[in-house]
């Protein structure tokens, strides 16, 4: 990776360590916390125009950072024209909206955590633009709909800020997920997840047939994100939001990221009539619909919230004609938008901080009140109305130029009198702005005395009006930017030369009507916005809540109906579901012949399968008796480790017994504290159906294994035994498997039981405080109990039998590598050991003698397995990858040390802690239950000998 791409990574990084520092630094003041979010974002734009150089000469920086390129996952990033306008668009402004922050909001806003999510969505928006693999792109996708959730919701206590952050991640999440289809039917396509090489692969995709799902999928993640018809509702209703995220949102980030993505993905789709049709007409529905909109829009924020979706739809439109002049006409507009509609959105913000309110009909005549407002705020609403000598007028006219000689459908009228009527309406609209809210008499009725805000809060939107009046009589300012952009989206060296004038065209003259007739509609603005309100129109809003609320019903009686508490319907449901699937492979592809013939079936292996299906049976008819069904439980489980035995598999034997005797063990403990019988709860009709389920089931499943088990078929096991030795190390296959190969299975297994001791730990500390633990108290288990709770032969033998039940376990963990045994079997084995002792002798004796946590044993191994999985990255090779050499210390003969052996050790800690973190959570049940003379403090704590005692108990 070259030097410039190591830097493009870190500046795809430095959002994500950045917010790590707002949040710890607002103990040091709302300042430095500011201070502190700005120094990323600088450091990322600098690190952005180093590089900017090389790309504006046409070059691409790339870096790849490889994960599993097997699979096409690797954190790939590329930065030409397109990106770098968009990245120093996101840093720019993030660091102006920092500035503005700092003074927009209250003492009592929680400014770190502001910050804090500002600068996580910042990072998700360098990813999209800088991302060079679809499935990376993505992710950073998705967080931009996770953390504007977070932004707009900043203000928690107000309702319609959680609305808004809801509606907005309901549409643009549901959209994300139609976007992932579609960005994998084209990775499916070209063979490649590479952004590049997708982009390169144009006429290969118009020309499969799965080009127009791909499209259409692609397209409602770019529409649902960029507000366009019909998705367009979510976007004002995020205007709960605080002002600093709305001009955010709106100027340069993630209302753009639609746009983003139409534009990168232009060489693989446009070119064809379903693109120009789809996105096209969107584009321009959405235009004129936004801007009719927002000219009947009160709240300055809603109006200019309207209008944005209406400049969306203009560049979505510019975008869907397909030509490069359009898209060198949507780069330049991408631009000019950022400049004007962030600077009013500020400006609004500044309004209501002032005269706290956002009503344009309780405002007016703020020119003489707030002079530097009033500049800023007729300066950037004249370039959103595409007035000359404003850069909003370059690139209005350029759209109008582009769509005069646009045919829709054949006609050459309907694209030129509809992108007028956009314009037009955008005058009105932009105008009001002006008129209502600055113009006219002084009022004496505002809710708070207007004045003009601190320097911090009106330098950043008038920094923006500057570069709107320098773009606007000065273009060629922007022309290498554009330039390289341009060429970007259209996969052409293109080389647009900017300028004011461009002569007597059609397109000055839709211009001069819309300039014209956006002034007289504002004229006539009163009487039509009470014809507005009276007139009856679909609101979709409520259109949108109807829709949730039918889901959400459908939702309820679809889980009260499969989720009503009876364990066998669940079992039921999974049970059809798996068989009528495995129906549907086998039906779907031919069964080849078998190839192997039946081995002989030996009289004791006959006799051992017959007893198996009688257990099996019995365990069916006698369920309700639990002491009997636990006991055919085991007489199953023994009887399956015999198989195992009989088959050459000792290690699945020994896990199998194992395994058996611990949970027999735990099982018989819980039982003292269950009834002795289960109740009958099920008609005959539904045992019926259940019997029919099972039987269905199991004889799919036996004829399953029956299938494999005559057919010769290639698996991976040739690799593991060809490999054991030489790349782990160890003869012992199963083992090498279990602590190499898959190594991460077992890690992620032994964190699950871990976690399943905690839990059952933390359920029965819950019992003992609630109300549970009164009716345990009050229960009296005495009349249960033999007086002899301790037998003396058997606190004898078990005594003896735990130094050689460790020294067992010690040799098994030992052997693991190389024979059967292994950390899993060896902590059972000790468990097992440990579990005899507190049955023999009580867990008051026991407990004293304990010299560890079970907490801490379970943490001490998965820590002590996740740092050998470490060890092996350290050394330059995958996760758990183990490593092995022998040693000669005399007079011990050579052996080998294998940092598998210390993986092991992991599995084992965390298989003895999880297992006596259970007994230890059941024994507390024990001790709370009953008298408290009934708890065990001592072995023996009962002496036949003693009348006494006898007599008393006899009593």
């Known amino acids: 990776m070259s030097q410039d791409g190591h830097l493009l990574v870190i500046i795809a990084l430095l959002p994500f360590i950045g917010a790590l520092l707002p949040g710890l630094m ?38 790849e950072i490889a994960w599993l390129p097997q699979l096409g996952l690797s954190a790939s990033f590329f930065l030409d024209g397109l990106g770098l306008l968009f990245a120093c668009m996101i840093t720019g402004v993030g660091l102006l909206i920092t500035l503005y922050a700092r003074f927009y909001l209250s003492g009592d806003d929680p400014m770190g955590q502001f910050y804090t999510y500002l600068l996580l969505f910042q990072g998700a928006m360098l990813g999209i633009v800088l991302s060079d693999n679809i499935l990376l792109l993505l992710i950073f996708w998705e967080l931009t709909s996770l953390s504007s959730f977070l932004l707009i919701g900043y203000w928690k206590h107000l309702p319609e800020g959680r609305q808004g952050a809801k509606m907005a991640l309901t549409v643009t999440g549901a959209g994300g997920l139609a976007m992932i289809g579609g960005m994998l039917i084209l990775g499916n396509i070209v063979g490649s997840y590479n ?30 994100k960029s507000a366009q018809f019909p998705f367009h509702f979510w976007l004002p209703h995020a205007m709960a939001a605080p002002t600093p995220v709305s001009a955010y949102l709106h100027s340069a980030t993630m209302v753009k990221a639609g746009v983003f993505l139409m534009a990168r993905m232009w060489p693989a789709l446009a070119g064809t009539d379903a693109w120009f049709y789809i996105v096209a007409t969107t584009g321009l529905i959405t235009m004129v619909l936004g801007a009719l ?91 959103m109305a595409g007035i000359p000598l404003f850069n909003g007028f370059l ?38 702005f002006i008129s209502h809210v600055f113009l006219g008499p002084v009022r004496d009725d505002y809710p708070a005395k207007p004045h003009d805000p601190p320097f911090g809060m009106w330098a950043a939107p008038a920094l923006l009006c500057t570069l709107v009046v320098l773009i606007g009589v000065m273009p060629f300012l922007a022309d290498g930017i554009v330039a390289a952009a341009a060429s970007a989206v259209t996969g052409a060296t293109l080389d647009p030369h900017l300028k004011i004038w461009h002569g007597v065209t059609p397109a000055l003259w839709m211009s001069v009507i819309a300039v014209g007739g956006g002034l007289a509609l504002l004229a006539m603005h009163r009487p039509l916005d009470k014809a507005w309100i009276k007139a009856p129109r679909p609101e979709a809003k409520a259109i949108f809540d109807r829709l949730v609320g039918a889901s959400v019903s459908l939702s309820r009686g679809i889980t009260e109906w499969s989720h009503n508490g009876a364990i066998s319907r669940y079992l039921a449901i999974f049970t059809v579901t ?44 006698m369920h309700h008796h639990r002491f009997r069904a636990l006991v055919l439980i085991g007489i199953i489980g023994l009887s399956i480790s015999a198989g195992f035995v009989y088959l050459s598999a000792p290690d699945l034997a020994l896990t199998q017994i194992s395994v058996e005797t611990v949970t027999i063990m735990l099982l018989l403990l819980a039982l003292h504290f269950l009834p002795k019988t289960t109740p009958k709860e099920s008609p005959l009709a539904l045992k019926l159906r259940d019997g029919a389920i099972a039987l269905t089931a199991g004889s799919g499943v036996g004829a399953l294994a029956y299938a494999f088990l005559m057919r010769d078929i290639d698996t991976i096991s040739s690799y593991h035994i060809a490999n054991s030795y030489e790349g782990g190390g160890g003869t012992n296959v199963v083992n090498v498997i279990l602590v190499d190969f898959r190594g991460y299975d077992t890690y992620g297994e032994i964190i699950v039981l871990g976690i399943a001791g905690f839990v059952i730990y933390a359920l029965m500390h819950a019992l003992l405080d609630g109300p549970a633990a009164r ?17 003396l032969m058997m606190v004898v033998v078990t005594r003896v039998l735990m130094p050689i039940a460790v020294v067992v376990g010690i040799y098994i963990f030992l052997r693991g590598h190389n024979e059967p045994g292994g950390g899993f079997v060896a902590g059972l084995v000790i468990a097992i050991a440990l579990l005899m002792q507190y049955m023999a002798s009580g867990f008051a004796w026991t407990q004293e003698r304990k010299k560890i946590e079970y907490h801490s044993m379970i943490g001490f191994g998965v820590v002590i397995a996740g740092l050998t999985g470490i060890g092996a990255w350290l050394a330059g090779r995958p996760f758990l990858t183990s490593s092995y050499t022998y040693i000669n210390l005399p007079p011990i003969e050579e052996f080998e040390l294998a940092t598998a052996m210390l993986f092991d050790l992991g599995v084992f800690l965390t298989v003895l802690g999880a297992v006596m973190l259970m007994l230890y959570s059941l024994s507390r049940i024990a001790r709370a239950a009953g008298t408290s003379s009934d708890v065990n403090v001592s072995a023996m704590d009962y002496d036949p000998g003693d009348q006494g005692a006898n007599d008393k108990a006899e009593v």
């Open 293 to 383: 909109i927002a000219l009947f829009k009160d709240d300055l924020k809603a109006l200019l919230a309207f209008s944005t979706v209406s400049h969306l739809g203009l560049l979505t439109m510019l975008l869907g004609f397909g030509t490069q002049a359009a898209a060198v006409a949507a780069v330049f507009h991408i631009i000019n938008h950022l400049t004007f509609k962030a600077a009013l959105f500020m400006t609004a913000g500044i309004i209501d901080h002032e005269t706290h309110t956002r009503d344009i009909k309780r405002l007016g005549g703020l020119r003489h009140l707030m002079p530097v407002t009033f500049v800023i705020g007729t300066v950037a609403a004249l370039s």
């Open 26 to 63: 607002i103990r040091a003041g709302r300042t430095s916390s500011a201070v502190f979010t700005a120094v990323p974002t600088a450091l990322a734009l600098i690190m952005l125009l180093t590089l900017a150089p090389a790309v504006l000469r046409g070059e691409v920086i790339q870096a």
């Open 578 to 621: 798996s068989v009528a699937l495995g129906w549907i492979a086998y039906s779907g592809s031919g069964l080849s012949a078998p190839t192997r013939d039946l081995l002989p079936v030996p009289l004791v292996v006959a006799v051992g399968w017959v007893m198996l299906v009688v257990a099996t049976l019995s365990v069916v008819v």
């Open 775 to 791: 009716r345990l108290k009050n229960t009296d288990y005495s009349s249960d109990r033999s007086r002899d709770r301790h037998p």
């Open 395 to 432: 690139s209005k006219e350029m759209m109008l130029e582009e769509a005069s000689h646009t045919a829709w459908f054949g006609s050459q009228y309907a694209v030129p009198i509809a992108a007028t009527l956009g314009a037009l309406l955008s005058v009105a609209y932009s105008f009001r």
């Open 195 to 224: 952004l590049t090489d997708i982009l390169a692969a144009g006429d290969q995709i118009k020309a499969s047939e799965w080009y127009l799902p791909a499209l259409i999928l692609i397209l409602l993640g770019a529409f649902t």
